[in-house]
């Protein structure tokens, strides 16, 4: 009201926190029939609710069945009002994160791949660099070359995760290092010349 004249006192009215709260209507709000359906969504453990949590008279009521029931109302009103709805609205809020985890949950780390061995040499498939072949001398487990069979084109719009594209097989082959990957592409790799070919 200091800043702008056309408020006055009646302002308070309307300015509460119950109606802070279900004005937040939007998926995963805080108004009352989006926590009651974030709930349900995270009803595998039984939790069924009953009856439409509303506000009446300055509390939340929400009943949970069916067995044990448990009926709760909050009252909005001042500092102990809202430490007593704050734990309801803490649990709505982890049901609700618990609800997105699948959707937005990161792809399984990739397999380890078996590495082969030919004259004495180790060839491996290290996750830690995608697309990266290593050899590595058996005899003196010092590494010989590394050389990168493939790129990946990545969106930096995207999720990163979900764009990597690793190594899934590696095999000996008339002189050739055979490589696999996820996109069940396969490149050759001469271990002479290390000329890389992609098959068709």
Known sequence: MRFLED???????????????AARGSFGGTAPQQVVEQLQCASDDGLIL?????????????????????????????????????PFLIFALTAFVLVLTPVVAK??????????????????????????????DTTKRKELWREQIYTVRIDPDLERDVQDV??????????SLVVTNERQEIFDLDLATRKITKRK
Do not use: C
């Open 7 to 21: 408020f006055g006192d009646d302002i308070l009215d309307d300015v509460t926190v119950e109606n802070s709260v």
């Open 50 to 86: 009953t009856g439409a949590p509303l506000f009446t008279e300055n509390k939340f009521w929400v009943k949970i069945g069916p067995s044990p029931v448990w009926e709760q109302n909050f009252n909005l009103r001042g500092r102990t009002g809202m430490k007593r709805i704050l």
């Open 107 to 136: 792809r399984a780390a990739p397999k380890p791949v078996a590495p082969v061995v030919a004259n004495a040499v180790e060839y491996s498939a290290p996750h830690e660099q995608m697309g990266f072949v290593v050899a590595t």
């Open 166 to 175: 690793f190594i899934t097989s590696l095999a000996i082959e008339r002189g």
